[in-house]
């Protein structure tokens, strides 16, 4: 099960860090990621981490911005969002995928395996 927290309303240019609380013990073996969906749209690929976290990825329109890291003592991964945008403006889930090897990392909506609830942000103008 994925808990995802820290969503909220902010002005553009300011930051939120959103949480997503993993319960199982095998939380250090699945690739993290997150993905969004803005009322009217289809969910998109946000970010993603393996599950060693040496490797991230994000979609190009977060890049420089968007955060991604992972507690594995805490069975928690982080999305650090700054100088947010309206467009930014969305329903935030956190996923997890099945990986085969430390580095593995999802790249799109389709590749994750587990979805959690969605926070929502709204990043006013």
């Known amino acids: 099960q994925l808990q995802a927290s820290g969503g909220g309303l902010v002005q553009a240019g300011g930051s939120l860090r959103l949480s997503c609380a993993a319960s199982?013990?095998?939380?250090?073996?699945?690739?993290m990621g997150w993905c969004r969906q803005a009322p009217g749209k289809e969910r998109e690929f946000v970010a993603a981490m393996g599950w060693s976290g040496g490797s991230t990825h994000y979609t190009d329109s977060v890049k420089g911005r968007f955060t991604i890291s992972r507690d594995n003592a805490k069975n928690t991964v982080y999305l650090q969002m700054n100088s947010l945008k309206p467009e930014d403006t969305a329903v935030y889930y956190c996923?997890?995928?099945?990986?085969?090897?430390?580095?593995?990392?999802?790249?799109?909506?389709?590749?994750?395996?587990?979805w959690g609830q969605g926070t929502l942000v709204t990043v006013s103008s």
């Open positions: 199982t013990r095998t939380f250090s073996t699945y690739a």
């Open positions: 996923a997890a995928a099945r990986a085969p090897y430390s580095d593995y990392f999802p790249r799109g909506v389709g590749s994750f395996d587990y």
